[in-house]
């Protein structure tokens, strides 16, 4: 089901500025049967041209059909996890292009949420791959009640009275574009795609970049969740429906090689494959090569950047702990938190040292979307000592990569300021990196 519409224009625009209100506005709820469940190999449901703004419904990973703590996924005979809203098709989108997804707002569609334990899935117990004679964690299933009003999600413990009440941080698991080669991969794993990143970055106020791999790019999105520990431990996040708006735009002639993500705080790059050390290399590898483009460094320059930002510190999971239990957990990866299977993602920030204003899709402002014109800039004007050195081997952000296999996943931090000296060609201030630092824990450690 469609519809369109537009809005008032901005009282006040510049040259070259737009307002979010000058954009037309597409509605699309889908009926149960039109859902995708796959990137790739999906007919579009609406061909949009960008900048376009979307405000979706999209269905919770169990296509709605868990209702009650009696609805176990076993009993239920779900064969289908994941439902994508879309794919639409984005005008003039062809390989070696980037679309700019920028989430504007993510809200529960309903009052109660749902989450699980899976047999022979999840960190913490055997698989079909990581074969265990014991027997496979129960299957129990937890209904969440969400407060909208109150900004809370309330857990209520299945095997005794307890309850406490988490702040509800709405985002979204899944959102990608098709992949490359003609594939067609399930909406449960990641890739350079996107696909099911699980991350909890994916929230309002973010910016994801996608290459493109196909004509028309076939975006979806998917997997709502009203909040998520970092590393999605069990396999399951708080689970429920979403009305999520999203403005998407197309950069042309810049590629993107594995999904990026900007928000007022940080830069994060996204890897993903098995075993977790190539996941982190890819990481570690398409942020060394983003910060040198941004801020016209040579490779190695950036590659020191990059290696002795990361800091240790008590992950959002610790935080949580300690309010609703009273007690403490550590990371086994003092500089790094899990962000959701299949990826690993370094953050490298803050973000206005890379460019000079903020993203204004945060803000009701008028814009002339800067972060797209940065992150264009950026990608065509890379010094020619940074192309000299890069070459054909290690010039990852001109490369659409084939697919790769799922993967566990961890997250770095890294945090920069400005010295006031400028960068050229970009004209911000250049980082230095500050606070508490720590060697980066090795990627074997992580769940």
Known sequence: MLATGGGEPAD??????RSVSDLEVIQ???DPGEYAWTFGGA????RITTPAVLDLFTEDCFAGRVRSTADLVSKLNITGLNPQTGPFSIEGAEPGDTVAVHFVSIEPARDWAASTTVPLFGALT?????ALLNEPLEELMWIWQLDRAARTCRFTARKSDFTADLPMDPMHGTVGVAPAGGEVRSALVPDAFGGNMDTPEMRAGTTCYLGVNVEGALLSLGDGHARQGEGETCGVAVETAMNTTIIVDLIKGTPTPWPRLENDAYIMSAGSARPLEDAFRIAQHDMVTWVAELCGLDPLDAYQLVTQGPRSGPSRNEAIARAACSSRTTSSLPSSRVTGPGTYSVRCGPRDQYRPTQNPFTQATPLPRPSVDRYRSAGRARSKTARANTGPASSGAGTVLPGRPRSTA????????STGRTCQPCGSARPTVTGPMSPLASPMRGP
Request: hydrophobic residues 35%; aromatic residues 4%.
């Open 43 to 46: 007919a579009p449901v609406r």
């Open 12 to 17: 006040v625009t510049t040259a070259g500025e």
């Open 126 to 130: 055997g698989t079909h791959l990581t």
């Open 28 to 30: 699309y709820r889908p």
């Open 410 to 417: 961890a997250t770095a931090e890294m945090s920069a300021r």
